[in-house]
């Protein structure tokens, strides 16, 4: 597995349910805004994809959740490549409340034109990430 980058969240009132605990859906927020993180962190910034025809989709996802994070808690969203192939990029993920794990999820992320189809993942991605996965 390669190295991973950190990214801070806060958790706001609009990500939390009738009990106090954040929805569930909400941690699909945080993991993609720790995978755009990442990658910004990298130098591949969306918009630049995007002049391009290229983006990112969602291909799967499997999420765990072994515990609830609350209104005000400060998370770490951690993001790891595990594996590059042709149009995938495997990505393991988790969101931390200290030493407390509060979410696992592996995402597979495909890069597609814009008319949907896949395409090969950039260059300047597989070099950055290559030597790494």
């Known amino acids: 597995m ?4 950190r990214h801070e969240v806060r958790v706001y009132y609009e990500d939390t349910d009738f009990s106090g605990n954040v ?5 699909l927020h945080f993991f993609e ?6 990658l910004r962190a990298e130098g591949i910034h969306h918009s630049e994809l ?5 983006a990112f989709a969602v291909r799967s996802m499997e999420i765990d959740f072994p515990r609830a994070a609350h209104i005000d808690d400060l998370l770490v969203v951690d993001t ?3 594996e590059i192939s042709g149009a995938r990029l495997t990505l393991d993920q988790s969101i931390e409340r200290g030493d407390e794990l509060i979410a696992r999820a592996k995402v597979v992320v495909v ?12 260059r300047n991605l597989l070099a950055s990430f290559g030597s790494r996965a």
């Open 111 to 122: 890069a597609i034109r814009t008319d949907g189809r896949a395409t090969r993942l950039p």
């Open 33 to 38: 805004r720790g995978r755009t993180e990442f």
């Open 2 to 5: 390669s190295a991973s980058h």
């Open 50 to 54: 995007a002049k391009d025809g290229i």
């Open 23 to 27: 929805y569930h859906a909400a941690y």
């Open 80 to 82: 790891a490549v595990v």
